[in-house]
T-cell receptor, first 107, second 113 residues
Framework: TQLLEQSPQFLSIQEGENLTVYCNSSSVFSSLQWYRQEPGEGPVLLVTVVTGGEVKKLKRLTFQFGDARKDSSLHITAAQPGDTGLYLCAAYQKVTFGTGTKLQVIP | GAVVSQHPSRVICKSGTSVKIECRSLDFQATTMFWYRQFPKQSLMLMATSNEGSKATYEQGVEKDKFLINHASLTLSTLTVTSAHPEDSSFYIC?????????FGEGSWLTVV
């Protein structure tokens, strides 16, 4: 099973701040997904990245896939309390999940 | 996007009994589905891969006789927790792939009393 390491594992920031979450692996993936999960619910897909170096934007969220397709990052600009949740990266080949990043945005 | 639905969303069962959780792909066919377990504040842990028409593939450390998986059709996989114990209480989630993306069910809370 390929291992996906996420960092940081916990993050508590003030509303309006920027943050970046990293997802790293030693394996190469054909695609990688980012999800957000709220307590008691299933993960909701945010984005799928496929091409090395690809950058995708979803409102205040910017996702990047590493050139070698081994890593990815999620950058949130001007975080809002509604961004609070567990962020997970996942790779399809083995549907392996990252260790997760629990984000708390304090109003 | 594609829809995956789980049922029940919450179930309470007595220790020693068995409980079945269903996972359905509502608008697409899935020859493969995945079952996960999630503990509070932790990431999802893959338990097994459910294969339509063949046996499930279990991850290391997951008891296949404890967690019975049946992929009865291209839109339905079931997870049966047999002889449930309180330590089996958890949040169970299924998913199914469509293209290069995985879609998740809403999750099922199991409480064994």
């Amino acid at each position: 099973t390929q291992l996906l390491e996420q960092s940081p594992q916990f993050l508590s920031i003030q509303e309006g701040e920027n943050l970046t979450v990293y997802c790293n692996s030693s394996s190469v993936f054909s695609s990688l997904q980012w999800y957000r999960q709220e307590p008691g619910e299933g993960p909701v897909l945010l984005v799928t990245v496929v091409t090395g170096g690809e950058v995708k934007k979803l409102k205040r969220l910017t996702f990047q896939f590493g050139d070698a397709r081994k890593d990815s990052s999620l950058h949130i600009t001007a975080a809002q309390p509604g961004d609070t949740g567990l962020y997970l990266c996942a790779a399809y080949q083995k549907v392996t999940f990252g260790t997760g990043t629990k984000l708390q945005v304090i109003p | 996007g594609a829809v995956v639905s789980q049922h029940p969303s919450r179930v309470i069962c007595k220790s020693g009994t068995s409980v079945k959780i269903e996972c359905r792909s509502l608008d697409f066919q899935a020859t493969t589905m995945f079952w996960y377990r999630q503990f509070p504040k932790q990431s999802l842990m893959l338990m097994a891969t459910s294969n339509e028409g063949s046996k499930a593939t279990y991850e290391q450390g997951v008891e296949k006789d404890k967690f019975l998986i049946n992929h009865a059709s291209l839109t339905l996989s079931t997870l049966t927790v047999t002889s449930a114990h309180p330590e089996d209480s958890s949040f169970y989630i299924c998913s199914a792939p469509l293209g290069n993306t995985i879609y998740f069910g809403e999750g099922s809370w199991l409480t064994v009393v």
